[in-house]
């Protein structure tokens, strides 16, 4: 259980309330008990401070109470240029001059730890902020976070131990939910620290890989990049990708034995990158053995096997977590950050397409005994993004598919589903190995806009073993589409794409382990994606009847 954080709030802008109630809402979600102050609160406490000019007398004798009993304050966005100078006195920051908001780069110092856990792919933050210029930083300061004005970087998280008296002059765009969560982050993982909650040298996750395929080598890079993760293992079948894992990642240890791999002692977290129809018996020998699981997606092709690895991750208290990478796609986020910030208006139409024209591959995907089918091989992408940008309860499934053409492979050449929500919107998922016409990627409505997008067609040149040049024309579903935004008047507007961060995902998973701040992705949300599939599985089969979902009752 972690400690209570008090919140004493003086005066605020609307904009401000919405800022104080995105972070309280992250912080609660990440297990503090957030509250804000009474005189029958809980004693002891890290209060949390943000007022604009001043606190009332009330709030004053709550932060001599605070003092009194030794508890950690933090002056949190413009708290430290208000009338507090008992405070402002004690953090040890001398304020001169707000900057006027902008995207500033938050760059973490101090401990080489400390640098790791804020910004573990490296470089900096991100977030839309004014910046406060300092004139000075006693030598008792601990300086956390800084943002450059011109070339002189500033301080913009501080802590004090002698006094128990931080700093973070953070203020995130209110209207920009992802920015809030970003800079609550650093907050918790700030809090934990001072506390001393967390270990001061905390070791890194050793992981272990069953299979080394494409995927799996795309977890050892991570695993290798990333410094709260460690390559330790990999096991697989084959000589022949054991022998590639040893060349790209020396030091490796290597077996051909999921015996071995469950039973080692150091491996924390094991990946399954098995065919779909075992991910579920994987993933629960995995949490049985003591260690947390990754899965490839899908999840499983139940919900019966769903609902059963998630029930053995609360019986041994181990993560299991599917990886949605495509969560992560610049495609995806840049929608995802426009329906954050309501420029669409109210969504209530989207199309979401993969595909083209040619034979399905003669690997297990295309055995839908094994792979679930079309449906399950690339609706646990897509679905999973639909359902992530809208969230909503569902009423129905319905779903078509179609064998004409591919008679040697099991999958449906052309797959069709349509979710209906019960606010009355709709979602359209088509997957089709018989689109000679390409649909756009995206095609979503709003109220106040819609949003389209165009394929791209992109080609890698390289010079061939004689010296001259080869060009290979990738698929275009290899390369993200380009977004347009439409607006009511027909103004169309290429959009800009967001990009994730190096081993977003990763990040994420040791994020929920190590410092219990909750990952975007949850084993919850992939199985209500497999309870869609499911619905939509029977719906084909009885010709497009509508289907409900489980779980969406």
Avoid at 41 to 65: Q, Y
Avoid at 139 to 165: C, D, K, Q, Y
Avoid at 260 to 268: A, I
Wanted: hydrophobic share 40%; aromatic share 6%.
């Amino acid at each position: 259980m972690l400690p209570h954080l008090t919140w004493v709030i003086g005066d605020q802008t609307p904009t401000d309330h919405i800022v104080v109630e995105g972070t309280s809402r992250a912080l609660s979600e990440a297990g503090w008990l957030v509250a804000a102050h009474s005189d029958d609160g809980p004693r002891g406490s890290a209060l949390l401070i943000w007022t604009r000019t001043s606190l009332d007398d009330e709030a004053r004798r709550a932060v001599a109470e605070a003092r009194s009993h030794g508890s950690p304050i933090f002056l949190l966005g413009p708290s430290i240029t208000a009338d507090i100078p008992e405070l402002r006195e004690a953090s040890g920051v001398s304020p001169e001059t707000w900057a006027p908001s902008h995207l500033a780069r938050l760059r973490p110092h101090g401990s080489q730890v400390w640098q790791e856990r804020v910004a573990p792919s490296g470089g900096a933050t991100e977030i839309q902020t004014p910046v406060l210029a300092t004139d000075k930083v006693r030598e008792s300061v601990e300086i956390r976070l800084t943002a450059h004005l011109g070339l002189t970087p500033h301080p913009v998280l501080t802590w004090n131990p002698e006094t128990l008296v931080g700093v973070y002059s953070v203020i995130p765009d209110a209207d920009a939910p992802e920015e809030i969560v970003a800079s609550a982050r650093v907050l918790h993982l700030a809090l934990r620290d001072v506390l001393s909650i967390d270990p001061p040298h905390a070791e890194p996750l050793v992981v272990g890989l069953l299979g080394f395929g494409a995927i799996g080598a795309e977890h050892a890079r991570a695993a290798d990049a990333l410094p709260g993760l460690r390559l330790g293992m990999v096991c697989d079948r084959s000589d022949d990708r054991l022998s590639a894992a040893r060349a790209h990642f020396p030091g490796v240890t290597t077996t051909t034995s999921p015996e071995r791999l469950l039973s080692d002692g150091e491996v924390d977290v094991v990946v399954v990158s098995t065919p779909p129809d075992s991910h579920a018996a994987w993933a629960e020998r995995v949490m049985n053995a003591g260690k947390h699981v990754i899965v490839e997606k899908p999840f499983a092709l139940t919900i019966d096997e769903s609902d059963q690895v998630l029930a053995t991750a609360h019986a041994t208290g181990r993560r299991a977590v599917v990886y949605q990478n495509r969560r992560f796609d610049p495609d995806f986020l840049t929608i995802s950050k426009l329906l954050d910030r309501g420029s669409l208006g109210e969504v209530f139409h989207l199309e979401a397409f993969i595909g083209g024209y040619g034979h399905p591959c003669n690997y297990w995907h295309s055995d839908e005994a094994v792979s679930g089918g079309a449906l399950y091989d690339w609706g646990s992408h897509l679905i999973d993004q639909i359902l992530s940008l809208h969230p909503g309860p569902i009423h129905h499934v319905t779903c078509i598919e179609h064998k004409r053409k591919w008679h040697d492979v099991t999958n449906a050449d052309h797959t069709s589903m349509s979710l209906r929500f019960r606010d009355g919107s709709e979602a359209v998922f088509v997957h089709s190995d018989l689109a000679a016409a390409l649909k756009p990627r995206w095609y979503l409505l709003g109220t106040e806009g819609a949003v389209t997008s165009t394929w791209r067609h992109e080609a890698v040149i390289a010079r061939n073993a004689i010296g001259t040049l080869d060009e290979d024309v990738l698929a275009v579903t290899d390369s993200p589409p380009e977004l347009t935004l439409v607006d009511p008047l027909g103004s169309q507007t290429v959009l800009s794409q967001v990009n994730a961060e190096p081993h977003a995902f990763h990040r994420q998973f040791v994020d929920d382990v190590r410092y219990a701040w909750p990952m975007t992705v949850t084993a919850e949300q992939s199985r209500r994606v497999v309870a869609v599939m499911e619905a939509a599985r029977a719906s084909a089969r009885a010709g497009g009847t509508p289907v409900p979902v489980n779980g969406d009752a």
